[in-house]
């Protein structure tokens, strides 16, 4: 069974930065693409970034050159980097590993950007 913990969000001024961690349990992290996805409050949920197994990272648009995605493997930890922050950013954000056959998901964490 997989779970992943990721870290506090929090509230953060328009054009501030803050990182979320998300730690996972179980050796199938290695082998497992990583990413994260955010909700706003009446939008559907989306894939903000993506890393592989081997590290290869894809962005949505709104969020390329302001967001890292990166991962720990000794730490089975991924990241998210966030610089630039502005209200739109507001959202739950969620872990997610991704397997073939099904995602697993963290429990969220709350982003909140105030202008």
């Known amino acids: 069974q997989v779970q992943l913990v990721e870290s506090r969000g929090g509230l953060v001024q328009a054009g501030g930065s803050l990182r979320l961690s998300c730690a996972a349990s179980g050796s199938i992290f290695l082998f497992a693409d990583m990413g994260w996805y955010r909700q706003a409050p009446g939008k559907q949920r989306e894939l903000v970034a993506r890393?592989?197994?081997?590290?290869?990272?894809t962005y949505t648009d709104s969020v390329k050159g302001r967001f890292t995605i990166s991962r720990d493997n000794a730490k089975k930890t991924v990241y998210l980097q966030m610089h630039s922050l502005g209200p739109e950013d507001t959202a739950v954000y969620y872990c997610?590993?991704?397997?073939?056959?099904?995602?697993?998901w963290g429990q969220g964490t709350q982003v909140t950007v105030s202008s």
């Open positions: 890393i592989t197994s081997g590290g290869s990272t």
């Open positions: 997610t590993l991704i397997l073939t056959m099904a995602n697993y």
